[in-house]
């Protein structure tokens, strides 16, 4: 079976439609869970609430090769929130750990954000896909949430990693690494395009092949567009010309659609609180 083949899993839903949490520590090592911690310590010795892994290795999808880390901190209020990468050393310890991860994601964000908007993604993320690896249970306190144009995240945040991408591009580090800039953008588009059709489809998922498929039976004209850019996220190269050439048709349309959701609910995108800048999802 290839990555392409791989069939991934919707979010389950309670009797009442809401997404269910489907994480579990069973899906790694008790030590990985432990590395990640301790790292988060170092990096805020005093301010530290809580750790949490979120995405595939802790829903136990991953797929060695394909899917990358996304571990964040919550922290006290009124803590500084710096840019975080990991060193030599905690890389390669977590690759050994856990064998076949792209990228090394390491994000934070202070107590209020989590507990002070029904429409931010930290909430969002904690309630409905991540696991707790120390601290304080924030999903207790959480509301539930079900698959629609209330958590439209990625479709409200193309824009701004568009800008972002257009950016990288010009940069030298990402000039390095048109292959994985290309992963990055195309699994966004992906999922922002999904994200239209969940008010009408009631279901929620992050895997590709699973967004795609959804998106293609809501709207076939567009099928092609959203599989090019899966094939792009799945199998990246560095033929940046072709991929903003897709860019350019898909993005604006996605945008135009969502638009359009917003103004027939009658959804304000500025309730929202959307990630900070470069944080990659």
């Given at each position: 079976m290839t990555q392409a083949d791989i069939p991934g899993r919707f979010?389950?839903?309670?009797?009442?439609g809401f997404i269910v949490n489907d994480t579990s520590a069973h899906h790694f090592p008790a030590t990985f869970g432990a590395r990640l911690?301790?790292?988060?310590?170092?990096?805020f010795p005093?301010?530290?609430r809580a750790v949490y892994l979120r995405g595939s290795v802790a829903r136990g999808t991953r797929v060695p090769g394909l899917s990358d880390l996304d571990a964040?901190?919550?922290l006290e209020d009124g803590s500084s929130i710096k840019p975080l990468t990991a060193d030599d050393l905690l890389a390669a310890e977590l690759s050994q750990l856990l064998?076949?991860?792209t990228e090394l994601e390491f994000t934070c964000c202070q107590e209020k954000e989590v507990m002070g908007n029904y429409l931010g993604v930290w909430s969002f993320f904690i309630k409905t896909?991540?696991?707790l690896l120390y601290g304080y249970d924030y999903a207790s306190q959480l509301a539930s949430y079900r698959p629609g144009v209330a958590i439209m995240g990625e479709a409200l945040w193309l824009t701004?990693?568009?800008?972002?991408?257009?950016?990288?591009l010009n940069q030298p580090e990402w000039q390095e690494k048109p292959r994985l800039l290309c992963e990055w953008i195309m699994k966004a588009v992906v999922r922002a395009a999904f994200e239209l059709t969940m008010e009408q489809q009631r279901c929620y998922t992050r895997d590709l092949s699973l967004c795609c498929q959804v998106f293609c039976r809501q709207y076939p004209q567009q099928a092609d567009l959203c599989r090019?850019?899966?094939?792009w996220a799945i199998h990246p190269d560095d033929c940046i010309a072709e991929q903003q050439q897709l860019l350019l048709v898909f993005c604006p349309w996605i945008e135009q659609q969502l638009r359009m959701l917003l103004q027939q609910y009658q959804v304000d995108p500025a309730g929202y609180q959307l990630a900070p800048a470069g944080e990659e999802g």
């Open positions: 979010f389950p839903l309670d009797e009442q911690v301790s790292a988060f310590q170092q990096w005093q301010t530290l964040f901190a919550v064998p076949g991860l896909q991540s696991l701004q990693r568009m800008e972002e991408y257009r950016q990288r090019r850019a899966v094939n």
